[in-house]
């Protein structure tokens, strides 16, 4: 395998990236990405290519994507309002429909510009292939669903074939109907289900600051239940962290909160010994 036609010359170097790649081949690594990675042209490029690398390398990873903002985007266009209990958005059933719509446009658009790469992905989406059995978040924000069952077979099959699991974060209720689910958790409840090595969680943000507002490069699950109750740890960090230590302490090795923003941060996590965001662990 030639590592220098694989590897963007603004990424890690080839001897981290060899090391990490024997450290890490026989164990699933699950992204979730959102925000601004799927929007500005150039952070989605650099997420496509950094994914591609992983695949090229032979290891095996499972990406889940977000889509609020291309949500929001599609909802505006239909007039559609929407409100938010605790960072959840309360979901109708006009609303359900246009975020389905959204969110498998953009899961063709990841997927094409996977293959366009060289690299090979699958799309997993409610209707066609639905690998997530959901119930009820609560009765007052409609149709959106807490995992319950994660079906890993499907998603192991694809990854034994030397391929991309790309996720829809919807799932399918015992009543048939289909539900969105926060992204964070859904890939926090298939990290868990995969006993995954690494948990990335792509953000907007650094990672978890202190209250000086610096990075805290690593926190174990006792300081980040600290910061939860002193309120270091606020706002929409908040449903984050609590997926973050849910899995951690249900089977997966370490969980990292990325900044998306960041160049090629997927790999520098992956890939070297700085790393590139906040590591936690049990």
């Known amino acids: ?25 026989n164990d699933i690594i699950v992204i979730k990405c959102g925000g601004s990675v799927l929007l500005e042209k150039n952070l989605f490029n650099q997420f496509i290519e950094d994914i591609s690398v992983i695949n090229k390398l032979g290891l095996s990873v499972v990406v889940v994507h977000g889509g609020g903002k ?23 059933e006009k609303t359900i429909k246009i ?26 989406s409610p209707k066609k292939n639905n690998v997530i059995s959901v119930t009820p978040e609560r ?14 077979d499907t998603i192991l099959e694809i990854i034994n074939e030397k391929k991309i699991p790309l996720i ?3 799932g399918i209720g015992e009543d048939n109907n289909i539900y969105n689910i926060n992204a964070d958790v859904a890939a926090g409840a298939i990290a868990k289900e995969l006993k995954a090595r690494r948990l990335l969680l792509m953000t907007d943000v650094e990672g978890v600051l202190d209250k000086s507002k610096n990075l805290i490069s690593e926190i174990n699950s006792s300081i980040a239940n600290e910061m939860l109750k002193n309120k270091t740890i606020a706002g929409g960090m908040i449903p984050k962290i609590k997926t973050c230590l849910d899995a951690v302490n249900n089977g997966v090795t370490g969980v990292v909160i990325v900044d998306g923003r960041k160049q090629h941060s997927i790999l520098f996590e992956i890939f070297s010994d700085k790393g590139a965001g906040t590591l936690i662990r049990k």
């Open 139 to 152: 009765k007052e924000l409609g149709f959106v669903g807490t995992p319950t069952e994660i079906k890993k």
């Open 168 to 170: 829809v974060p919807m």
């Open 70 to 92: 291309n949500i929001q985007k599609k909802l505006e266009e239909h007039n559609l309002k929407s409100a938010f209990i605790d960072g959840l958005r309360v979901t109708d």
């Open 99 to 124: 975020v389905e719509e959204a969110l498998l446009e953009l899961n063709f658009e990841i997927l094409s510009e996977i293959n366009n790469h060289h690299a090979n992905s699958v799309a997993i």
């Open 1 to 25: 395998m030639e590592l220098e036609k694989i590897l963007p010359n603004n990424g890690p170097s080839i001897d981290e990236v060899k090391k990490y790649t024997t450290k890490y081949s």
